[in-house]
C-alpha cells in the first residue's frame, strides 16, 4: 500500500515536470509546480515517518513478548521455591514436634526421680552438682523459648566450663538443635557429628543421628540422609530414636 502510494506521489511530480515544460516560462505554472513538490516532499516525509514508528512498534511489541516469557519463567522458579520452602518447614516442624515429645519424657523422668529418695552416686553415676544442674538448664531454657542463638552460646559456654559433666554430651546435642533452629543445617550436622565422635555410648548419640538425617533431608540430600538413619538403625536398634527412623524411612519409601 505504501508503495502504491509512493508511485502516485512521483507520478504527480513527473506531470509537474511536465507542466513546467507545456507552459515554458509560465510564472504560475512554475509557483503551482513547486508548490506540488513541496506538497509531494512533506508527504514522502510523513510516509519515512510512518514507516519508521511501524518499525519502533514491532520492536516494541518483539520487547513485550520477551519480558512476557521472562515473568512465566520468574513464576515458575518462584512457584518451586515455595514448593521446597513449604517442605523445609513441614520436615522442620516434625522434628521439632519429635524433639518436644522426647523434651516432655525427660521432664516427666526428673519429676519422678525427684520423687525418689536421693541415694549416693556411684563411680559409675557421677555426681552433677547443683550449679551445672542450674546452667545446664537456664541453657535449655533458651532453646525452649526459641532463642537459639543464645541457646548455643549459653551451651557452649556450659561445656567450658563443665567439660567432663554427665550433661556434656546433651549440652552439645542441644547446640546441634540449637543451629537447626537457626536453619544453619551444615553447623547442625558438625555439632552432632561432633557429639557421637566424643560421647559415642552416650544415649543421645541415637538423637543426634537422627538429628543429622533430619538436617541432610531439608538440605535436599536425601541419599545421605537415609544412609543415616539406616546406620542409626543397626547401631542403635533398642532406641527410641531407631524406632523413628524406621517409620521416617517407611514414609519415605511410600512416597517414592
Do not use: H
Not at 96 to 125: C, F, H, M, N, W
Not at 145 to 155: D, K, P
Amino acid at each position: 500500500m505504501l508503495r502504491k502510494l509512493v508511485f502516485v506521489l512521483i507520478g504527480c511530480a513527473v506531470a509537474g515536470q511536465a507542466l513546467a515544460q507545456l507552459f515554458g516560462g509560465d510564472d504560475e505554472a512554475r509557483r503551482r509546480i513547486e508548490l506540488l513538490r513541496q506538497q509531494v516532499d512533506a508527504r514522502l516525509l510523513k510516509i519515512e515517518q510512518l514507516v519508521g514508528d511501524r518499525s519502533a512498534l514491532l520492536e516494541f511489541a518483539s520487547q513485550m513478548e520477551m519480558l512476557r516469557t521472562d515473568i512465566a519463567n520468574m513464576r515458575g522458579q518462584l512457584e518451586v521455591l515455595a514448593n521446597q520452602v513449604e517442605v523445609a518447614d513441614r520436615r522442620q516442624k516434625d522434628l521439632y514436634l519429635d524433639i518436644d515429645t522426647r523434651l516432655r519424657k525427660l521432664e516427666q523422668g526428673r519429676e519422678q526421680q525427684a520423687a525418689v529418695p536421693e541415694k549416693p552416686p556411684t563411680s559409675a553415676e557421677p555426681e552433677v552438682s547443683a550449679a551445672e544442674t542450674r546452667a545446664y538448664q537456664a541453657a535449655l531454657d533458651q532453646f525452649k523459648l526459641g532463642n537459639y542463638s543464645l541457646a548455643v552460646a549459653a551451651m557452649q559456654g556450659f561445656l567450658v566450663t563443665y567439660p567432663n559433666s554427665p550433661l556434656a554430651p546433651n549440652a552439645q546435642y542441644w547446640i546441634g538443635m540449637a543451629y537447626s533452629g537457626q536453619r544453619d543445617y551444615k553447623s547442625a550436622i558438625a555439632a552432632q557429628r561432633k557429639l557421637l565422635a566424643s560421647w559415642p555410648e552416650s544415649q543421645k548419640a541415637p538423637d543426634a543421628m537422627l538429628s543429622i538425617a533430619a538436617a541432610q533431608e531439608t538440605m535436599g540430600d536425601r541419599k545421605s540422609a537415609q544412609k543415616t538413619l539406616e546406620d542409626l538403625i543397626a547401631k542403635y536398634p533398642s532406641s527410641s530414636a531407631a524406632s523413628s527412623a524406621k517409620q521416617r524411612l517407611a514414609a519415605s519409601n511410600r512416597q517414592r
